[in-house]
């Protein structure tokens, strides 16, 4: 009797985060082959596009799911242009720069995030507040479980990368957002499956939610 091949499923975390962020995302190891993406430091203006080719280089498995946290699921998009994916799974995030919030856009304009002090990324609260869209100062200690790359060169280019994102080659995909995320506001967001009472890092404290509901969304036609 033949064996029935795994689902691989790649996990990108949001930006500055670690694999850590998924500890409680649970697929039924019978049926899918879970691995996890790491951020690589970025080569100065590298373009999304070729940062995107070379986080590509990790995925050994034909047609994966690729679900991205935020800044990854940016990502995993420029990724789904590279390579064929069975699906892309974008959580607390954004599939078109119009779903953007009016301050990246106005900082678009003005540079303004050029001017945000990321030489001081070490600060683990500073960091959380770019990452995590809040602060965090009754949770550092958890945070700093999740938050890894404070590279300034990364979080320069990252921060660069989000603001200029356009979407160039828009590719089919699931988008999950709660109704109480900061970062990009769900009102501006249009057709997602909507988590009430999810803030931008549900992923982390909404977990239930997702071991729930992700199985039946990754092999749903």
Same mark, same amino acid.
């Given at each position: 009797?033949?064996?029935?091949?795994?689902?691989?499923?790649?996990?990108?975390?949001?930006?500055?985060?670690?694999?850590?962020?998924?500890?409680?995302?649970?697929?039924?190891?019978?049926?899918?082959?879970?691995?996890?993406?790491?951020?690589?430091?970025?080569?100065?203006?590298?373009?999304?596009?070729?940062?995107?080719?070379?986080?590509?280089?990790?995925?050994?498995?034909?047609?994966?799911?690729?679900?991205?946290?935020?800044?990854?699921?940016?990502?995993?998009?420029?990724?789904?242009?590279?390579?064929?994916?069975? %699906? @892309?799974?974008? !959580?607390?995030? +954004? *599939?078109?720069?119009?779903?953007?919030?009016?301050?990246? #856009?106005?900082?678009? /304009?003005?540079?303004?995030?050029?001017?945000?002090?990321?030489?001081?990324?070490?600060?683990?609260?500073?960091?959380?507040?770019?990452?995590?869209?809040?602060?965090?100062?009754?949770?550092?200690?958890?945070?700093?479980?999740?938050?890894?790359?404070?590279?300034?060169?990364?979080?320069?280019?990252?921060?660069?990368?989000?603001?200029?994102?356009?979407?160039?080659?828009?590719?089919?995909?699931?988008?999950?957002?709660?109704?109480?995320? %900061? @970062?990009?506001? !769900?009102?501006? +967001? *249009?057709?997602?499956?909507?988590?009430?009472?999810?803030? #931008?890092?549900?992923? /982390?404290?909404?977990?239930?939610?997702?071991?729930?509901?992700?199985?039946?969304?990754?092999?749903?036609?």
């Amino acid at each position: 009797m033949s064996v029935k091949k795994k689902i691989p499923v790649y996990f990108m975390p949001g930006m500055a985060a670690n694999k850590k962020i998924f500890d409680h995302i649970e697929l039924p190891e019978e049926t899918y082959d879970v691995h996890y993406l790491e951020w690589l430091i970025p080569e100065k203006k590298e373009p999304i596009e070729v940062y995107a080719k070379r986080l590509t280089e990790s995925i050994k498995e034909e047609n994966p799911v690729l679900i991205g946290v935020s800044f990854g699921g940016i990502l995993v998009q420029e990724m789904a242009n590279i390579i064929k994916t069975r %699906k @892309v799974i974008l !959580i607390s995030s +954004i *599939k078109h720069e119009s779903e953007m919030p009016s301050r990246m #856009h106005f900082s678009r /304009i003005t540079h303004l995030h050029k001017l945000l002090p990321t030489r001081l990324v070490s600060n683990i609260e500073l960091l959380a507040k770019y990452a995590f869209g809040e602060t965090v100062s009754d949770r550092l200690e958890l945070y700093k479980m999740y938050l890894s790359v404070s590279d300034k060169q990364y979080i320069d280019w990252a921060l660069d990368t989000i603001i200029n994102w356009k979407q160039k080659h828009p590719v089919p995909v699931v988008h999950i957002q709660g109704d109480n995320d %900061k @970062v990009f506001p !769900i009102h501006r +967001i *249009k057709d997602c499956i909507t988590v009430k009472g999810g803030t #931008h890092v549900m992923i /982390i404290n909404r977990f239930k939610w997702f071991n729930e509901h992700l199985p039946s969304l990754i092999t749903s036609i």
